[in-house]
């Protein structure tokens, strides 16, 4: 029974479960999720609104820091130090240094 504890409590352990935030742009819907700096967080490997409540996002996106968006395939792509949570989620805490080599490499505008 303690090892069934310990892990319900690794499972919970974590800081931030990742929602997009949908917008419209030019006629079109655009998820963003937002990661911080040294955040353990929940994210899924592919991006979706959770339960189906909006449908026909077309182009998804993860805010990083003050206004820099990176297109979601180019961050998930390249994560380096990920750990499942399920079958669909990861778990990340990216330091200073990563978030600004996102930045660097993959920077883009909405």
Same mark, same amino acid.
């Given at each position: 029974?303690e090892?069934?504890e310990k892990l319900?409590n690794?499972?919970?352990?974590?800081?931030?479960y990742?929602?997009p %935030?949908v &917008?419209?742009?030019? /006629?079109?819907?655009?998820? #963003?999720?937002?990661?911080?700096e040294?955040?353990?967080?929940?994210i899924?490997?592919?991006?979706?609104?959770?339960?189906n409540?909006?449908?026909?996002?077309e182009?998804?996106y993860?805010?990083?820091g003050?206004? /820099?968006i990176? %297109?979601?395939n180019?961050?998930?792509?390249?994560?380096?130090?990920?750990?499942? &949570?399920?079958?669909n989620? #990861?778990l990340? /805490?990216?330091a200073k240094?990563?978030?600004?080599?996102?930045?660097?490499?993959f920077?883009?505008e909405?």
């Amino acid at each position: 029974m303690e090892k069934f504890e310990k892990l319900l409590n690794d499972l919970q352990n974590f800081d931030y479960y990742a929602a997009p %935030r949908v &917008y419209k742009k030019e /006629n079109k819907l655009i998820g #963003i999720y937002v990661v911080g700096e040294n955040i353990l967080s929940v994210i899924p490997t592919e991006p979706h609104v959770v339960l189906n409540q909006i449908n026909n996002v077309e182009e998804w996106y993860i805010m990083l820091g003050e206004n /820099n968006i990176i %297109r979601y395939n180019d961050f998930i792509n390249n994560l380096n130090n990920t750990t499942y &949570y399920d079958n669909n989620h #990861i778990l990340i /805490n990216l330091a200073k240094d990563e978030i600004e080599q996102f930045i660097t490499n993959f920077k883009t505008e909405i």
